[in-house]
């Protein structure tokens, strides 16, 4: 038993590989990044200029590169920038 519960302390403590992209363009409404992944209507994490993440979704996909329409305000994203996937999808 000590082994599972040792096992399941790891398991806790383990930070996943989470692919992530680079935030090519910035604009009020729309941001294009490239190399995250992340499948259509998929929540992803942009990093901001001031330390904080600006929450987007994926609402178009050509290729390699995702257009993000910003759930929040994008002043402080700026072009490469990492981008993050969170696997989620938007809950209305």
Do not use: H, W, Y
């Not at 992944?37 to 178009?60: F, N, S, Y």
């Not at 995702?66 to 994008?74: I, Q, R, T």
Request: hydrophobic fraction near 45%.
């Amino acid at each position: 038993m000590l082994a599972i519960s040792r096992a399941r302390d790891a398991l806790r403590l383990a930070r996943p590989l989470v692919r992530t992209g680079t935030l090519e363009d910035v604009t009020p409404f729309l941001l294009r990044c490239a190399g995250v992944g992340a499948g259509l209507a998929e929540q992803v994490e942009v990093e901001a200029t001031e330390g904080g993440t600006v929450r987007a979704e994926v609402v178009a996909l050509r290729g390699d590169t995702a257009l993000l329409l910003p759930l929040g305000d994008a002043r402080t994203a700026a072009p490469g920038g990492r981008v993050r996937r969170t696997g989620r999808r938007l809950e209305v």
